[in-house]
């Protein structure tokens, strides 16, 4: 009897050393279906063991003072949103947090100055308060009278500061070296005429050219704003690494010439954004039976009282343009994005690093909430869940050169995950059953619906 008493109090000491006891793990999800956003299936009942904000156990059992039971539940990584732009971060970055987007890429912006990057990356370097980690390009690099400040009027653009007038070539070298000075991710050009009438003009070639060559001193990629395969030709040619846009970008695999393009540009290992969520926002106010979603918060909803005549006319001119680019009779939306989905898949197949983003800023475009609709567009147009929930964690992650630590639920990463009561794997629409978003090992708060 004692030697069995000796032998079962070394046992409990030896589980106590073990490296998956309680006080190993500040938190650990338990027996939890896991889709760790690499493309890898699903592993089911596993166990996440988080310290010091990052992932450090992945198993069948771990023991933590600290546990959430995520038994029938569903495991993703903190979802990214790769072409962001915003008015008013401190109040736009908790609405984020709530749809579980843990991570943004401001591509520019009328408010988007040296000093307010500073604070938004600021907020995004703590998990006390809900907001997403931030990235961000530099300001747009444009010329006056064009895009963005001509399409979207706002005493908010100055020159200098919240974009930059590009006149000459000469320029552009001061002005790559006095944003390389501050930590973007990289430098934004503007090459594009659109993305509505009234069209402006192009950018010169020879302005992308030159940024792109600057850029590269400083190792620093360009990311280019496009919408049509004239500006995808400019952009391939001038060295362009990254797109930031896909809408309005028609992939035509008969086209020899733009199949050498293709060919060239993905040689590059470039990222490509999917910004579907374009189309869809203007076409909002002809299907106002959107409004009614089960998880939209109120402020969302209320946005179907804000629907005017002006914005009936915009949906019905986009409805009538999509139709008549290609070749579609039908007015139900899913059959009008089905080839740009086509188009994403395709170049997903290619190798391509497809990436989600929203583009959010227009009225109907809703922030955290319209990535989770770019989602389902490319579920509807044919896409697999898996690789859609990897083009919102590790393909954007490894755009933005973070997948060493964000993008994934693997050992070593920052613990950036997102909860679920439903599978994704079902109906991507499920990304929306959040029960828990997690940033830096840290439970979020969520807003009050």
């Keep these: 009897m004692k030697h069995f008493i000796r032998c079962f109090c070394a046992l409990v000491f030896l589980m106590g050393c073990d490296s998956k006891n309680a006080n190993t793990f500040d938190l650990v999800i338990a027996n ?28 069948s059992i771990l023991l933590g003072s600290n546990t959430i039971n995520g038994e029938g539940k569903y495991l993703i990584p903190g979802l990214f949103d790769c072409h962001v732009h915003t008015e008013d971060f401190q109040k736009d970055f908790p609405k984020y947090m709530h749809y579980g987007v843990t991570s943004i890429f401001i ?47 706002s005493e908010k653009w100055r020159d200098g500061i ?7 070539t000469v320029q552009i070298e001061k002005l790559v070296q006095e944003v390389a000075q501050y930590p973007i991710t990289g430098i934004k050009v503007t090459i594009e005429e659109g993305p509505a009438p009234p069209f402006v003009e192009r950018i010169p070639q020879e302005f992308v050219d030159k940024i792109v060559e600057e850029a590269s001193k400083y190792d620093l990629e360009v990311f280019a704003h496009v919408s049509d395969n004239i500006e995808l030709k400019m952009a391939v040619d001038a060295g362009v690494q990254n797109l930031v846009h896909f809408t309005g970008v028609d992939i035509i695999p008969e086209d020899s010439v733009q199949v050498a393009l293709l060919k060239k540009f993905r040689q590059r290992k470039p990222s490509w954004v999917t910004t579907l969520m374009i189309d869809k926002a203007f076409l909002y106010p002809l299907f106002p039976q959107w409004f009614d979603e089960e998880y939209l918060l109120p402020e969302y909803r209320r946005k179907k009282e804000n629907i005017t005549t002006d914005y009936i006319v915009r949906a019905k001119m986009t409805r009538s343009l999509l139709k008549e680019i290609y070749g579609i009779e039908s007015n139900d939306f899913s059959d009008l994005m ?14 391509f690093n497809m990436v989600l983003g929203s583009d959010v800023g227009d009225e109907f475009n809703l922030l955290g909430y319209s990535l989770h609709e ?29 997948q060493d630590s964000l993008g994934s639920i693997e050992v070593g990463k920052n613990a950036n995950l997102v909860l679920l009561d439903e599978n994704p794997l079902e109906s ?22």
């Excluded at 919240?162 to 000459?168: E, G, I, M, R």
């Design 107 to 153: 591509t520019g912006g009328s408010i988007c100055t040296h000093e307010n990057y500073k604070i938004m990356r600021e907020l995004g370097n703590q998990d006390s308060v809900p907001a997403p980690y931030v990235f961000h390009t530099s300001q747009h690099f444009t010329s006056e009278g064009r895009h963005p400040s001509k399409t979207y009027v």
């Design 428 to 449: 991507i629409r499920n990304t929306l059953t959040i029960t828990k978003v997690i940033k830096n090992g840290v439970v979020q708060d969520r807003l009050i619906e």
């Design 338 to 351: 089905k080839p740009q989905v086509a188009d994403v898949q395709l170049l997903y197949e290619q190798g």
């Design 32 to 59: 939890v279906n896991l889709i760790d956003g690499t493309g890898n299936p699903m592993q089911k009942k596993v166990s996440i063991g988080i310290k010091d904000g990052k992932i450090t156990a992945i198993d």
């Design 374 to 402: 770019e989602m389902q567009i490319l579920e509807e147009g044919g896409m697999n869940p898996l690789d859609i929930i990897k083009m919102g964690t590790l393909n954007a992650a490894n755009m933005l050169h973070a």
């Design 162 to 168: 919240s974009l930059f007038y590009l006149k000459d």
